[in-house]
């Protein structure tokens, strides 16, 4: 039996995936924060159901399994009554996860950078007040981006999103990248060709739609119809969690970044991203497939 890390923080807990009895046909989504969880949730819940309509109502139907805000055995037994195909979501490593042999572990990824400043409006809009110490609203300092790039990847750390724990989930998904039922997602791709995504998830999960019904779910999953409908699509949606459901779904784009942090940021950026990671596992982790910024 492979150990697992335990990752314990303020808000989640890896070992609440102990109540949790894996099917062979799960789909679990394992993600950074801020990395297109939501996106791609969104998307296996429409290749489930081939409706462009249906309630994806992820906080209850997905759940986030490591979240210590729900009480675990009401989760555990919501999940163990559901007679269709199940998927949840995880923001733990997956060398925190149980690894089960044929349930699919869809791990999607975001450029560091972009995920950091979704991330910063993120906690605006959310009342999880011990956010605030590592993101304060005033910040002429540049408290956070130096707590960025000196957290650890485990602990209250982790939680905060720390590039230490981007780069602990990369090295951990591939670690496991040559498993035929894990797979890597970039957001860049995603956007750049989300037909492509859909088609590439369909195959992988054994899931076939008519071309028509296809087109149908794909407008669907698109960041402004998104946007659009938040309350419907954003997590908890509708309940008065988030400040502004319309918030969550900020913008979308990528470069956020850009002309927001000082040269001496950026260079301490790249040798913390130089000394992990090798110049090809870099270009994907920032830019996908593509490998460079787009023109």
């Avoid at 801020?34 to 759940?63: H, N, R, Y």
């Amino acid at each position: 039996m492979t150990v697992r890390k335990l990752y314990l923080g303020p808000l989640t807990d890896n070992r609440r995936w102990d109540s949790v009895d894996i099917r062979p046909d799960d789909v679990i989504v394992v993600t950074p924060p801020k990395c297109g969880t939501t996106w791609m949730q969104t998307i296996v819940a429409l290749l489930f159901s081939g409706d462009p309509e249906v309630e994806t109502e992820l906080s209850v139907k997905m759940p986030w399994v490591d979240i210590r805000l729900r009480e675990m055995p009401e989760v555990a037994e919501r999940l163990a009554a559901m007679t269709t195909r199940r998927s949840m979501k995880s923001h733990t490593p997956m060398d925190g996860l149980p690894l089960h042999d044929r349930a699919h572990y869809i791990c999607v990824f975001r450029h560091p950078l972009d995920a950091h400043f979704s991330y910063r409006k993120h906690v605006r809009n959310i009342p999880m007040s011990f956010f605030d110490t590592w993101y304060p609203e005033d910040d002429a300092d540049g408290i956070t981006f130096r707590r960025f790039l000196d957290g650890g990847a485990e602990g209250f750390d982790g939680d905060a999103m720390p590039l230490a724990h981007i780069l602990r989930h990369y090295e951990a998904a591939t670690a496991l990248a040559n498993r035929p039922n894990v797979s890597l997602f970039h957001y860049a791709d995603m956007t750049r060709d989300l037909a492509g995504t859909f088609d590439k998830l369909a195959a992988l999960l054994g899931i076939s739609h008519p071309p028509h019904v296809l087109d149908r779910l794909v407008q669907t999953a698109t960041f402004d119809n998104m946007k659009a409908r938040a309350e419907r699509y954003a997590p908890s949606g509708g309940k008065g969690f988030m400040k502004s459901d319309s918030e969550f779904f900020h913008s979308g784009t990528s470069g956020k970044w850009v002309g927001k942090l000082t040269d001496k940021e950026l260079s301490a950026y790249d040798e913390i991203m130089d000394a992990h990671l090798s110049p090809k596992d870099r270009a994907w982790l920032e830019f996908g497939s593509q490998g460079h910024s787009p023109a």
